[in-house]
């Protein structure tokens, strides 16, 4: 059995660290930048300043009062759009509309006041808002929900991989997980392998933000990018309602590469979301409330032509099937998410908030080998919870605070029955198939894998934001995470011979056969973050500290790691090392022209692999037979090293026009310390593999990203050229080319998912309350991947050395809007794939470099068959939306 975890007494060193940070919490507490601010200088028409300016943003409590010097500043802003109140004795009063705030943002607005020598009315202006940003330090794409609602996206991660510089989740050329992913602030990141464990829809979005270059020193825990979710919420002056309902189904004449997709019916995708928002009995309390019912059939089919149950006799070729012949789902979803948000202001510049979103999601993946047997195939669930409450506490109109409690929970569970015990994995056995009939798919039994993950993590975060001097704003905050993690085989069902028969016997842990393993890491971690605006000059500087124990534990020689060689040093179970990191941040933006900047930024990011990478296969007490000629296990390692990205950044970025600006920007990543594989040797010399940070890599590449708003056109276009080289593109990978007999020494390859060069454009004719039409249109050149000759032989080329064929995928969405029985009414429907393109970037054979053909039809015939190695097939929805207010 596994030795418990040791946790042991933290060193001088990190107890000095855990104090520093347990008293910033106690004393602020750190939460990502979900409030915007917006600053200005108020003058009269000689262009002088005028002083106690009244500045109120209507609607709300925010305001300020203009300095000697004409300048004002409102912090603790919330996304979204709002109206501005400008007033002083003896000047006329201005209201400007339309002054979009976003989270972590400062937005600019200066106001010149006529002066009133008669009654004058309020003068209204509308807000203009800039092309580009031209005081942002790195490169960030902000989405409203304005721009949400007007393209072909549904969820969270549509919408990020429409950024520059993402390609399938994977940020300027690195790994997966080095994103953190945040709902209003907190973290929403599984530690098992850092992936968001929130699936968001569109209709509770506020605003997103995608940071794809480098971040301030208040984002931890990733080394490519943040993707900052805020949430909508309730108005305290009117009851809001929203519904919408979409059915659809996948429309693709091609049935030789997806079997049975001309079965349609426009239910095979259905929708059905409800929103309710407003105030409730509780003095100044609001609320907002959505539910999300989703289904899709999904594109890919099998049919019940056998049952688990079946027996055939593979000596005589005689198949015996039993089932009805139905065609069914192999690759369906079913979703069930909600949100719940209650604010409450009722103390006096005190605002407390409590917040949840959950996900139930059962899906299946589709199993090729189980088409024709569809009940012998395993099926996947998940159930994820974030909720906590949310304090912020204005202490005056220069210095608030916040605190967050969190806690995050994930659970995901994947077999086909729940209990090992279950008879019927015993009555079925494993899964049988025939080569000879239907190349080989599975005839009878069921699958036997066996897998459950369940994290559990708590997470406590402030900060307090200051502006400290009209040009200086600094935020100081802290974060402690602790999680619960556990993962493994919930029971294995082992062949066993008994009485020369095989048979399955069910094994809940057991030495050669561990179960559930469950983990207790924790993370701390501290910043000082100071954002310095003078004039158009930007400044962010920062300094992050962090902190992780694993608090765990590893052999203390390695050459004897399970302490069963005689004769050998004795080995025992030796406490994980903390590890404690600094990382310096600063991004710089100066103008060089009106409307015009160059920046520059520079940081070190820090991320401790994903857990289940640490841990899992970390009792080294399963090498106690190990010999030398065995087969090579491979360990974990919960000792691992944060990986590390050291970051640089240079680019330009211009208002030309009213209409139009740019922002070009150029990148390279130094990537370090990536979780690999390295090989130790017993005293016997017995050989096994152990994760370890011994991989490397490096992106260059440069972005161009254009914005054109004119009339009823918008349009945009993000470019995106780089290369992604290190020596593995998985962990696993020279471990995988050590087993078979390839030279697993370290060089310099593309990585499998560097892509030359990736456009996203979309164009978007409106006409605000009338109708609107966006287009999207995506194209990319091939991935790497390696070719083979005389395949029979295994003879490989240099991996990575060919590319896969190029790309071009077009997404539509149309709009009309209406006005029913004071309703605001809207009928939509989009395309996703519109011209039904197969080949983006999946599958190929390696002979051939395509996924339509091989060399070897005989040798390839199942895959030839499997419409899993195919891009989805074009999918279209038609729906209705509905809103209303009581205002």
């Known amino acids: 059995m596994r030795p418990p975890p040791v946790h042991s ?46 500045v109120l943003i209507m609607g709300t409590t925010l305001g300020a009062a203009s300095d000697a010097n004409g300048v004002y500043v409102i912090l603790n802003i919330p996304p979204g759009t709002y109206q501005l109140r400008v007033s002083s004795i003896g000047f006329a009063t201005q209201v400007i509309n339309g002054v979009r705030v976003s989270a972590g943002q400062t937005t600019t607005i200066n106001v010149s006041l006529a002066e009133e020598t008669v009654e004058m009315e309020e003068v209204v202006v509308q807000a203009r ?39 399938d989740g994977h940020f300027r050329g690195g790994r997966l997980g080095e994103v953190q992913y945040q709902v209003d602030g907190v973290s929403v990141n599984n530690p098992y392998d850092n992936s968001s464990s929130l699936k968001l829809d569109r209709s509770v979005l506020e605003e997103v933000q995608v940071i794809s270059g480098t971040f301030d020193a208040e984002y931890g825990q990733a080394m490519s990018g943040v993707v900052n979710a805020v949430l909508r919420s309730g108005s ?71 049952l688990p149950g079946d027996s055939s006799s593979f000596e005589t070729q005689t198949f015996n099937p039993t089932g009805n012949g139905e065609i069914v789902s192999l690759s369906g979803v079913d979703e069930w ?21 959950g996900n139930i999601i059962n899906s299946q993946l589709y199993a090729h080998n189980f088409r024709i047997n569809p009940e012998g195939a395993r099926k996947q669930e998940s159930r994820s919870l974030t909720h906590g409450i949310d304090l912020t506490h204005v202490l005056s109109p220069t210095l608030f605070y916040t605190v967050n409690l969190r806690q995050n929970y994930f659970r995901y569970t994947d077999y086909v029955y729940s209990d090992v015990f279950d008879p019927r994995y015993i009555d079925y056995g494993q899964p049988l198939g025939d080569r000879n009939y239907e190349d080989g798919a599975y005839v009878q039994g069921v699958d036997l894998t ?21 040009a200086h704003m600094i935020k100081i905050g802290a974060e402690a995470q602790s999680s619960e993690v556990t993962f493994g085989p919930p029971g294995s069902l082992v062949p066993t011979s008994v009485g020369g028969t095989q048979v399955l016997v069910p094994v809940v ?88 900047s160059v920046y520059f930024s520079y940081g070190h990011f820090y991320q401790i ?71 130790v040797s017993t005293y016997t010399a017995a050989q096994y593999g152990r994760f370890t940070n011994v991989d490397f890599g490096g992106v260059a590449g440069f972005t161009v990203s254009l914005q054109q708003r004119s009339g009823i056109l918008s349009s945009s276009l993000a470019y995106t050229s780089q290369g992604a080289v290190g020596n593995s593109s998985d962990p696993r990978e020279t471990y995988n080319r ?63 050395s060919a590319r896969k064929a190029t790309f071009l995928i077009i997404d539509l969405r149309g709009e009309k809007n209406f006005r029913l029985f004071g309703t605001n009414m809207s009928v939509f429907a989009r395309v996703f794939n519109l011209l039904d393109e197969h080949a983006v970037n999946g599958f190929v054979f390696t002979d051939t470099g395509s996924p339509y053909y091989t060399l070897n039809v005989a040798g390839n015939a199942a895959q030839l068959t499997d419409p899993s190695r195919f891009y989805q097939p074009r999918r279209f929805e038609i729906g209705i939306s509905l809103n209303g207010s009581s205002q």
Do not use: C
């Open 9 to 54: 007494p933290l060193p001088s060193t990190g107890r000095m660290v855990l104090g520093i940070l347990l008293l910033l919490i106690v004393a602020t507490g750190a939460v990502a930048d979900t409030k915007g601010k917006i600053t200005g200088r108020i003058q009269n028409q000689a262009n002088e300043p005028v002083i106690g300016a009244n």
């Open 129 to 167: 808002q800039p092309m580009v940003d031209v005081r942002q330090t790195s490169s960030v794409a902000i989405l409203s929900k304005e721009n949400i609602q007007q393209l072909p996206v549904q969820e969270l991660g549509d919408i990020v991989n429409l950024q520059a510089g993402v390609v």
């Open 236 to 306: 305290e002056k009117a009851f809001d309602w929203s519904a919408e309902v979409y059915g659809g189904d996948y429309l693709s004449g091609n049935t030789e590469r997806f079997p049975h997709i001309d079965k349609r019916s426009i239910g095979a995708i259905q929708n059905y979301q409800l929103t309710l928002s407003g105030p409730i009995f509780l003095d100044r309390t609001t609320m907002l409330v959505g539910l999300r019912r989703f289904h899709n059939e999904g594109s890919m089919y099998g049919e019940r032509r056998f």
């Open 337 to 357: 998410s909600g949100q719940l948000k209650i604010s409450n202001r009722s103390i006096e510049g005190l605002q407390l908030s409590y917040q949840a979103i």
């Open 450 to 470: 066996r897998f459950k993950q369940e994290t559990n993590s708590w997470i406590l975060k402030g900060a307090v934001t200051s502006q400290f001097t009209t």
């Open 509 to 596: 842990d057991s030495p050669d056969y561990p179960g559930l393993r469950t983990y207790h890491p924790v993370w701390f971690s501290g910043y000082a973050q100071d954002r310095i605006e003078f004039q158009d000059l930007m400044i962010r500087a920062g300094l992050r500290l962090e902190y992780f124990d694993a608090r765990s534990t590893v052999p203390s020689d390695l050459q004897n790691p399970a302490n069963a060689i005689s004769g050998a040093p004795p080995s025992t179970p030796k406490a994980t090392t903390p590890k404690t990191t600094l990382a310096p941040r600063i991004g710089i933006s100066y103008p060089i022209a009106v409307g015009a």
């Open 609 to 679: 692999p994903g857990l289940g990478l640490l841990f899992s296969n970390s009792d080294y007490s399963v090498l106690r037979d190990l010999q030398a000629g065995t087969p090579t296990p491979l360990m974990g390692n919960p000792d691992l090293e944060p990986e590390l990205t050291v970051q640089y950044e240079f680019g330009t970025k211009a208002e030309l026009t009213q209409s139009f600006g740019f922002d070009v920007s150029a990148y390279y990543k130094d990537i370090r310390n990536l979780l690999g594989v390295e090989f």
């Open 738 to 800: 050590a087993l078979a007999n390839e030279d697993p020494r370290p060089r310099q390859v593309p990585f499998s998912w560097d892509q030359l060069h990736t456009l996203n454009a979309s164009a978007t004719v409106a006409q605000v309350g009338d109708f609107n039409v966006t287009a999207i249109l995506r194209y990319g050149t091939g991935q790497p991947y390696t070719p083979t000759v005389l395949s029979r032989l295994g003879a490989n080329l240099e991996t990575n």
